[in-house]
């Protein structure tokens, strides 16, 4: 069984800094592609970020480029979302996902699975 566990939400300041983990269980974390989304009040869920496998290549949405970091520990089955500058409009609930699809080349295809923990609450303060 799928077991997705996300951590280190928070309460911030516009300008500061969060680091989100999440914990993956019940597959080859090693052999997936991995992911983030997020669901801003009244918005769809969006993709955030999305890092290959090995974690040698990730991309991310036009709107944290530059700002956010995705990056993976094999050995410890968990994957990382380091948000520097936040702004207000980061406010949202932020999930992992191990993708149905992914290629780097082509980010736009990404898709999600089925499978997705509780979220990390971040709320970026003006």
């Known amino acids: 069984q799928v077991q997705l566990l996300e951590s280190g939400g928070g309460l911030v300041q516009a300008g500061g800094s969060l680091r989100l983990s999440c914990a993956a269980s019940?597959?080859?974390?090693?052999?997936?592609?991995m992911s983030w989304y997020r669901r801003a009040p009244g918005k769809e869920r969006e993709l955030v970020a999305a890092?290959?496998?090995?974690?040698?290549?990730?991309n991310y949405a036009d709107s944290v480029k530059g700002r956010f970091t995705i990056s993976r520990d094999n050995a410890k089955n968990t994957v990382y979302l380091q948000m520097n500058s936040l702004k207000p409009e980061d406010t949202a609930v932020y999930y992992c996902?191990?993708?149905?699809?992914?290629?780097?080349?082509?980010?736009?295809?990404?898709?999600?699975?089925?499978?997705w923990g509780q979220g990390a609450q971040v709320t970026v303060s003006s």
């Open positions: 019940g597959f080859t974390f090693s052999s997936y592609a």
């Open positions: 996902n191990r993708p149905r699809y992914h290629d780097p080349s082509y980010p736009l295809r990404t898709r999600p699975g089925d499978d």
């Open positions: 890092i290959t496998s090995t974690g040698g290549l990730a």
